[in-house]
């Protein structure tokens, strides 16, 4: 069976053009099989997003979009903070295809794409790493991406996931909080809890 977090390569391709409405601003995003959440904007990555734009206190950072899909997190946050630099990695190649042709769409302006599992191919620091965490490729993958952020984030950077509290949000907390020694829970929606974590060590 093909997933989202695979590099379904040998998939159907067929594209069509999907209209979001988030905070008052209207976006266009083209999306296909084989993408994660490719009929809407997902509610938790919605959520999220809503919970970095009311928290978020930098007006400009570089920004890690890890497993960024078609591209939803860093066009959307682009238009709120369009000083700041984007880049989004992911491990599908149809995604990757999909995010860069969506940042073109939008006109966002200062980001990078790229392949990547996971951090196997990132190589420099960040103000910002945001995930929606690819909960069906387990557990050891998620707390690998979470382990890696805190290794590849700026001193005074800052960490948000969102996670459902059924699909092991209270796991995902504990390890958020031995890996950076904090972790504030910015909000709770519908069974989605968005975490927020520092790297002050």
């Not at 920004?63 to 238009?79: A, H």
């Not at 969506?102 to 995930?131: A, G, H, Q, R």
């Not at 557990?139 to 001193?155: A, R």
Request: net charge neutral.
């Amino acid at each position: 069976m093909n997933h989202y977090y695979t590099n379904n390569t040998d998939l159907k391709t067929n594209r069509k053009e999907m209209q979001i409405e988030f905070l008052n601003r209207k976006y266009t995003f083209i999306t296909d099989i084989g993408v994660f959440s490719k009929n809407k904007l997902d509610f938790g990555t919605e959520v999220m997003l809503e919970e970095f734009i009311k928290n978020n206190k930098k007006n400009k950072f570089s920004l890690l979009d890890i497993g960024c899909g078609y591209g939803t997190v860093s066009v959307i946050l682009s238009k709120f903070f369009n000083d700041s630099f984007y880049t989004l990695t992911d491990v599908n190649d149809r995604a990757l295809e999909l995010a860069e042709l969506n940042c073109v769409n939008n006109l966002v302006n200062n980001y990078n794409i790229f392949k990547s599992s996971s951090f196997e191919n990132i190589n420099e620091s960040f103000d910002v790493i945001i995930s929606n965490p690819p909960i069906r490729a387990g557990k050891s993958t998620i707390f690998d991406i979470y382990e890696n952020s805190f290794k590849y984030l700026n001193f005074d950077g800052e960490f948000y996931c969102v996670i459902q509290t059924k699909h092991g949000a209270k796991s995902t907390e504990k390890k958020l909080l031995e890996i950076f020694g904090n972790c504030k829970t910015l909000g709770i929606h519908s069974g989605y809890r968005v975490y927020y974590c520092k790297k002050e060590k």
